[in-house]
């Protein structure tokens, strides 16, 4: 399974990598007004247009005004929320690491963003014919045994890609080694089971915009439990509400009041 | 620079002051962090904390226009904490030379000072020389007028407590970068200084430069791996243009452009052919007849002889300033009345762009070669203009982009990178060197057919055709490379007319050979399309252990991929660093290893600094107009007194009075907040490429001005007002971007504010902004003419509603 | 009754659904983001929080009554069965309406059935509706064979259904389990009561086919709770003041609740504005049962914060806060103080007030759950377009148009009148 590490302190806000996204999966810029946040991001939010977003974050460095980044695209969860809240398997985890997505498929219902703990999913509300859309890690590339665009883009070397356990290592290594650099935490290892786009950070990664609060298991587990009880509830019921409507019957033909003289 | 990008890898101390690498040379993080990944500290130094400064380790903000007391205030700290690489400044520099006794420097004013014409009489700058002419020497350093002693009595009022109070930093910070940066004078650690635009656009611009490299000499920084004074170039290729003479007072391969008083070839090379008495002195510009006479038969081809001077006469000799700025009062003034621009916009990238626009009309015709119709080539249209009252012709010859043709590029590095045509250019669109050479044969047509002084144009050496017709790079690359014209022996190897010349070592200035440009002589030293080591790409070839890659592209001069590495070894040729060593003798085999040397001689046979007559590193300099030492100065606009001297600003800008910027400077009384211009990583100078690209819209889609918070405040400016800065020479209306980036600058017991406006904006594209350089002031250093967009003074206001 | 049908207010009902539907036709040539105030940060909004699972729990009226009636010997509230039934049919055809409005690609409806993710409660919910629906259609039938005499249709359809049903379970539950040993227990149970009923061993019921009844509350069961289901996934996102395990089981006692208290106020309604007459005592028995059932899920909501340690919210001034006391407050602890005075349920606008309030609850924590307990870091709140508004309120109008065409044309109201005559 590939996995992508983002280290923000590495990262000099340069957006290559937003604009390398657009630019191979032929995304169109969407229209902007000045910045949409304190410091210079644009746009505001990820969207169908724009699927992957460096967050700017002006927070103070050394006890001096500072600047630091986030990147937010879709977080391709070893065990994604979106794969199993869709009730049609359009979108689906791949053997790869990348959850990708199939229109053919879509109702276009848009649990996957409601159930997804990142909010990567998107949707073309300005579409007649929608479809949801998020940052795909470059499936295309990655399975023709590439890189994903942005991380090609990257001029700072702020985004690495390859197996998810050694991007792990990779990260666990660079905080062993400059522990004063990051917080002690790889955003991504453990989050909800696991994601395979893993963080590193300079300050805690809330205040990066980072979900923060997630759980370590999978956020699917939260429905997996009441699904399994279904057939249960089935037979359960099927057994119950015949036996009484039995015991009822009987009774009542019992005091004569037989359901079939009702006539 | 001196090195290159990989070279960012070796240093133990990155300062990045007058740059915003992060931003606008965005590769170079990955070599910064290369450094990184061994321990090194990145500094970021700069009026605002931008990207870079949130890439480094560390940040120092200094007010625009004090980059000279900022580093003056580290020579004196190295000096006062015996940071000094004696060792080094002795073998490689001119500390120990003993400087005129009629030197004197008093007041913010160096001898020689003439304040009627505002110059300088340099001749009390000059060494005291033996009978011989050999300059004298005091090996210990201590002699009161050795350079090392003028230094340290230069800087010696640059107190950590002044210098702070002039740049407005706080002094832990301060202080911290002065320990931090002054601790590479060791051997064995390297501490590199890159620069760019924030040092240079200054009225005491080159002086900055200068200041850098004086700082790095002592700490021993310079021809060493890590080290240097690395100018990050602009414009792609602003670099090789630069080498093949982008400034008027050059010729290709930094030979001096002939002025009125040379009027032969004779005077010129006399006047120009640095002469050196010292036998140890390499003084490779004595060449210079050579690469002269060289230059010539490649440009007039058999017209040039060596009886005729090689037309020596023909060619141009200039008599005034014909910089960027007083191209314009030419255009003003009606003395020049066509203009072709080919790539360049400066409706947009100009000073006081208002009234460069207000000359353009003046023009009978201008030719503009470009992607786009830029601000400039529409300027008849602009809003408020009157098309039926301009009456300029305007021509617009749209070219092909840069991967729509084949030809090199030589980046900050001075490698010179060939690429092959990547696609083809749309529509009628044509490649720079097809239009110069179908605008070349139409001009010489006409003046075939008469004219006045016909010759240099109907006899230029001109054919560049390729095998489909067309012209082909690769014939001007060989010209440029240099080729024998005639049978000839040089450097004791035999030459057949048409040989393509290996190196520049083996020109001649008998007229046998032709060589467009010295400098570039090896980068194509065959016929055949393989010969052209531009093209390259041999990344494992040779030695890589610091990251040379001899085998990747050519780098000017010979192959060298770190100017002045001599001094990166003592007199027996062995490495002071020995971990990262450039170059090394080997005794045994009695040759060098590593890189290219500078120069064959074996250690100890010659100085080190081989271009230089003395062949010793300037700390202390004759060459510039004012002044050997840098010494700061507020800018032309500054908005206090100078600390240090009652000169307030550079005080050859006297001389400018009259004849330069139309407007006299604003005073800090109506202008009270300092002002600065910059760009983003998000665009690309006047625009034309990156307001025409819908993604980069995108992220930054309008002009704006960054303020601080508490300047803000004060105003009543929140975030995304639309507000109004003016200066003396005008007023433009942008969005604020308030932020806490930008701090406050406790100068002389004063809180000084400083606004920052990105320049990229103009009315043409598909995003549009006002121009910054609507604001910024028309005077220009008075070395390298460069005009002083990063200082100047503004006032800011919030934008009526509405 | 034709005054009524041709007073100003029907006239309003017909404008306002002939609106609704026009703005549909716009949210389809446009896209949802044209139509609606919906975006990424709040993809759902009132057409799922009332179109759909509003709209859903109030139609449970339909199996609790029939479930009462039929399994539970309830013969008293007879009378109430068919209008609640139809009621549910009409409301889950709504809300399948509703549902493909709200859909960004509804063309691809049919996947579910096709290419399913079992996992998911969306696609058990959307086979459990549509099986349901079936199920509401064939409780309906009869009614239909009567206004006809359709006797022999009808002995047919008394003979086939249960077959028809034991199907429908059995596909369902093999598409909810796709497991053999699953597919076959369900099967197996349903056939055994068959069997018991065939062979005489269990008594069968005439009239309604008891297995069509017992799939009814099953798949009911089933989507109601599930419906809260889907909001378990929504574990980041929604406050923990809904965000609780039990969500399922809370989400179908609501129903429960609140679908009963629609079938009395519809029954109030219909009188009222479609002169139809109702006999107001089932009405009052079913519903003296309410206090009861209230007060129990009062109980179960506090001791649900309480062991998850989230009580003490309660008493914060937050939105969340506000939005929970003005759910339960309105909607449960009110009206059982107002049960629990006697005549004042005695009364027709008493017991309309009071199923009213419990009705507004019910929207209410839907509301909360799907909006306002949602939170989106750095997001501006939604709140809803105008044609959003139009959009549910011309679905709603469409509904009365129906339910008033059909209960003339139907023999719904009353049905011993009708059978009698
Ligand atoms: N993306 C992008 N890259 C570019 C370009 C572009 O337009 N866009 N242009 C190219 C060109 S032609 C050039 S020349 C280079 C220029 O490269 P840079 O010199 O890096 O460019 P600037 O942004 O003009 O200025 C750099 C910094 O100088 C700071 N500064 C302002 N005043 C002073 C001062 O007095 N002293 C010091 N030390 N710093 C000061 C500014 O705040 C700014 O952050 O970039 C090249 N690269
Ligand atoms: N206020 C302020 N002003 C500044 C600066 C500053 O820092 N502050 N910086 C200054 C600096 S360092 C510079 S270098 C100047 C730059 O100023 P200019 O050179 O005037 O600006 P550019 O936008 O780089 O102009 C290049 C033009 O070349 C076109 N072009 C691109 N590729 C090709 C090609 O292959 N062939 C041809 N023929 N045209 C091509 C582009 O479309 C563009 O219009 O601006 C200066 N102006
Ligand atoms: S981040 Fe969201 S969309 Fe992406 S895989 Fe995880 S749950 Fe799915
Ligand atoms: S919107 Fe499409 S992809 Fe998302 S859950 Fe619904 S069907 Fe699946
Ligand atoms: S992996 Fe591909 S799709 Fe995802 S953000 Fe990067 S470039 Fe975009
Ligand atoms: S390309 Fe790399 S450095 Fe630039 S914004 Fe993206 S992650 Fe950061
Ligand atoms: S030269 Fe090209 S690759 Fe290098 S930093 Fe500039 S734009 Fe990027
Ligand atoms: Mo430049």
């Known amino acids: 399974m590939k996995a992508m590490l983002v280290d923000t302190t590495r990262c000099t806000g340069c957006r290559s990598c937003q604009v390398a996204c657009k630019q191979w999966n032929n995304l169109p810029a969407v229209q902007t007004r000045f910045f949409s946040d304190g410091s210079m991001q644009n746009p505001a939010h990820r969207s169908s247009k724009t699927w992957a977003v460096v967050t700017f974050h002006e927070l103070p460095k050394n006890n001096r005004p500072g600047l630091f980044f986030g990147r937010l695209q879709c977080f391709h969860c070893v065990d994604p929320a979106c794969a199993d809240a869709c009730p049609v398997h359009a979108l689906k985890k791949t053997k790869l690491g990348p959850v990708v997505y199939d229109p053919g498929l879509c109702l276009g219902c848009r649990y996957c963003q409601m159930a997804c703990p990142f909010n990567a999913p998107r949707f073309d509300w300005d579409k007649p014919v929608p479809e949801i859309r998020k940052c795909t890690m470059c499936y295309d590339r990655v399975a023709a045994g590439g890189r994903p665009a942005c991380v090609a883009a990257c001029p700072a070397e702020a985004l690495a890609f390859g197996e998810r356990s050694e991007m792990v290592a990779e990260a666990e290594a660079r905080i062993r080694q400059s522990p004063a650099r990051y917080v002690a935490h790889v955003y991504g290892k453990n989050e909800v089971g696991g994601t395979c786009v893993l963080h590193l950070a300079a300050v805690p990664f809330e205040s990066l915009g980072y979900p923060s609060g997630l759980p370590d298991e999978p956020v699917a587990d939260h429905i997996r439990s009441a699904m399994h009880t279904v057939p249960y509830a089935m037979a359960t019921l099927g057994l119950a509400l015949g036996a009484v409507a039995w015991v009822v019957n009987r009774r009542m033909e019992n005091t004569g009041d037989k359901p079939d003289k009702a006539e | 620079m001196t090195n290159h990008w990989i070279d960012l890898q070796n240093a133990d101390v990155i300062m990045v002051c007058g740059s915003n690498v992060a931003e606008n040379h965005p590769v170079a993080v990955r070599w910064m962090e290369e450094a990184r990944k061994r321990g090194a500290v990145i500094l970021s130094a700069d009026p605002r904390f931008t990207r870079t400064s949130a890439f480094a380790d560390r940040y120092c903000p200094l007010r625009s226009g004090t980059d000279i007391a900022f580093v003056g205030g580290m020579i004196r700290y190295a000096f006062s904490n015996n940071r000094l690489n004696y060792d080094y400044l002795r073998d490689n520099t001119n500390a120990s030379f003993i400087v005129k006794p009629e030197y004197a420097f008093n007041d913010g004013l160096f001898s020689g000072f003439d304040p009627a014409s505002a110059t300088y009489d340099k001749a009390s700058w000059a060494y005291e020389t033996d009978e011989n002419g050999v300059p004298l020497q005091d090996p210990t350093m201590t002699d009161k007028r050795c350079v090392l002693m003028r230094v340290k009595a230069q800087y010696k009022r640059y107190r950590l407590k002044t210098v702070c109070g002039i740049v407005g930093a706080p002094r832990y910070l301060y202080e911290k970068f002065c320990d931090l940066y002054t601790g590479t004078y060791e051997n064995g650690k390297a501490g590199t200084w890159l620069y760019a635009m924030g040092g240079t656009q200054s009225t005491h611009g080159t002086q900055n430069v200068r200041a850098y490299s004086v700082l790095q000499l002592l700490l021993g920084n310079i021809g060493i791996a890590g080290g240097g004074v690395n100018a990050l170039r602009g414009e792609s290729n602003v670099q090789g243009s630069t080498d093949m003479a982008l400034l008027y007072n050059q010729l290709p391969g930094y030979l001096a452009a002939p002025a009125e008083k040379d009027k032969t070839l004779a005077d010129y090379l006399a006047a120009r052919t640095p002469k050196s008495a010292d036998p140890k002195s390499a003084n490779w510009w004595q060449n210079t007849p050579k690469y002269v006479a060289s230059l010539l038969k490649a440009w007039y081809g058999p017209a040039a002889t060596r009886e005729n001077d090689f037309c020596y006469d023909w060619l141009p000799k200039y008599g005034r300033d014909c910089s960027y700025v007083n191209l314009f009062s030419g255009i003003e003034s009606g003395d020049i009345r066509g203009l072709v621009l080919f790539g360049q916009n400066p409706a947009v990238s100009g000073p006081s762009c208002q009234r460069q626009l207000a000359a353009l009309s003046r023009l009978s015709w201008m030719a503009a070669v470009d992607l786009f119709e830029t601000e400039t080539a529409s300027f008849w249209k602009r809003p408020g203009a009157n098309p039926s009252d301009i009456d300029t012709e305007v021509f617009l010859l749209p070219a092909v982009a840069s991967v729509e043709k084949a030809g090199s590029i030589t980046n900050s590095g001075r490698w010179a990178q060939w690429r092959e045509k990547a696609l083809d250019g749309p529509g009628d669109t044509k490649p720079d060197l097809w239009i110069l050479d179908a605008l070349y044969r139409a001009v010489r047509k006409e003046y075939e057919r008469g004219g006045v002084f016909p010759d240099p144009v109907v006899n230029l050496a001109w054919n560049y055709d390729g095998a489909d017709q067309e012209p082909d790079p690769r014939k001007v690359a060989q010209e440029i490379n240099g080729f024998f014209v005639a049978e000839a022996t040089a450097n004791n190897r035999s030459f057949m007319a048409g040989d393509q010349a290996p190196s520049f070592a083996f020109l001649l200035d008998d007229g046998s050979t032709a060589c467009g440009n010295w400098l570039y002589s090896g980068s194509f030293p065959g016929p055949k399309p393989e010969d052209n080591r531009m093209a390259a790409r041999g990344i494992k070839q040779g030695d890589d252990r610091i990251g040379l890659y001899p085998g990747w592209a050519w780098c000017w001069p010979v192959n060298r991929r770190i100017l002045y590495n001599r001094a990166s070894v003592d007199a027996n040729g062995q490495p002071r660093d020995p971990a990262r060593w450039v170059i090394r003798w080997n005794a045994e085999k009695s040759a060098w290893e590593g890189d290219v040397p500078d120069g064959p001689w074996p250690p100890g046979d010659r100085y080190p600094f081989i271009m230089l007559p003395e062949g010793h590193a300037r700390l202390f300099a004759q060459g510039l107009a004012d002044g050997p030492l840098p010494e700061h100065y507020e800018p032309w606009e500054g908005p206090v007194q100078n600390a240090l001297s009652s000169q307030r600003h550079n005080p050859l800008l006297l001389s400018a009075k009259g004849k330069g910027p139309a407007k006299e400077p604003g005073s800090p009384e109506r202008f009270p907040v300092v002002a600065t211009t910059y760009r983003v990583g998000e665009h690309w100078q006047a625009g034309a490429l990156t307001r025409n690209t819908p993604w980069l819209i995108e992220l930054v889609p309008s002009a704006y001005a960054e303020i601080g918070e508490i300047l803000a405040m004060m105003l009543g400016i929140k975030n995304g007002d639309r507000v109004v800065v003016e200066t003396a020479r005008g007023s433009v209306e942008v969005y604020a971007l308030v932020t806490k980036r930008f701090g406050t600058f406790r100068v002389g017991g004063k809180i000084l504010h400083e606004v920052g406006l990105v320049w990229h904006f103009g009315y043409e594209g598909l995003a549009r902004g006002a121009s910054a350089n609507v604001l910024t002031p028309d005077i220009a250093d008075p070395n390298s003419r460069i005009p002083e967009y990063k200082a100047f003074l503004c006032n800011v206001r919030k934008a009526a509603e509405g | ?421």
């Open chain 3, 1 to 421: 009754m034709e005054t009524k049908r041709t007073s100003p207010g029907a006239w309003v009902v017909r404008a306002v659904a002939l609106a609704g539907m026009l703005t549909i036709v716009y949210r389809f040539w446009r896209g949802l983001g044209a139509a609606t105030n919906l975006n990424d940060g709040y993809p759902w909004g009132l057409w799922v929080t009332v179109d759909i699972l509003a709209g859903v729990a109030l139609a449970a009226g339909g199996f609790v009554i029939a479930g009462t009636v039929h399994l539970f010997g309830g013969k008293k509230y007879e009378s109430l069965a068919r209008p609640a039934i139809l009621t549910a049919f009409l409301g889950y055809l709504l809300f399948a309406f509703g549902l493909i409005v709200d859909l960004g690609r509804p063309w691809n409806l049919f996947n579910i059935m096709l290419f399913g993710n079992h996992e998911s409660p969306l696609y058990e919910i959307g086979w459990c509706a549509f099986l349901y629906t079936i199920v509401l259609f064939l409780e309906l039938l009869p009614a239909v064979f009567e206004k006809f005499s359709w006797g022999r249709v009808k002995a047919f359809y008394l003979k086939t259904s249960p077959w028809v049903v034991i199907v429908l379970l059995t596909v369902f539950a093999a598409a909810m389990t796709r497991s053999t040993a699953w597919t076959l227990v369900i099967a197996g149970i349903l056939l055994g009561w068959e069997l018991l009923m065939e062979t005489g061993v269990m008594p069968r019921d005439t009239q309604t086919p008891i297995l069509l009844i017992m799939a009814g509350v099953i798949f009911s069961f089933l989507h109601q709770s599930s419906l809260g289901t889907l909001y378990l996934m929504m574990a980041t996102k929604l406050d923990p003041l809904w965000y609780t395990p039990v969500l399922p089981i809370f989400f179908f006692i609501s129903a429960v609740l609140a679908g009963v208290s629609m079938v009395a106020l519809e029954a109030i309604a219909a009188e009222k504005f479609l002169r139809h007459p109702v006999d107001l005592a089932p009405i009052t028995t079913l519903v003296a049962k309410m206090p009861l059932a209230l007060g129990l899920y009062i109980l179960l909501k506090l001791e649900d914060l309480a062991s998850r340690n989230v009580a003490g919210e309660l008493f914060q001034f937050t939105l969340p806060a506000a939005a929970w006391w003005l759910e339960i407050g309105l909607g449960a602890i009110l009206p059982l103080f107002l049960f629990l005075k006697r005549d004042f349920i005695k009364k027709r606008g008493g017991l309309a007030l009071i199923c009213g309030l419990v009705v507004l609850g019910l929207l209410i924590n839907r509301t909360n759950v799907s909006l306002t307990g949602i939170t989106v870091p750095r997001w501006e709140p939604y709140y809803p377009r105008w044609s959003e508004w139009l959009v549910t309120a011309g679905i709603l109008c469409m509904g009365f148009l129906a339910y008033d065409w059909l209960t003339v044309r139907l023999p719904i109201i009353s049905v011993k009148r009708a059978v009698a005559a």
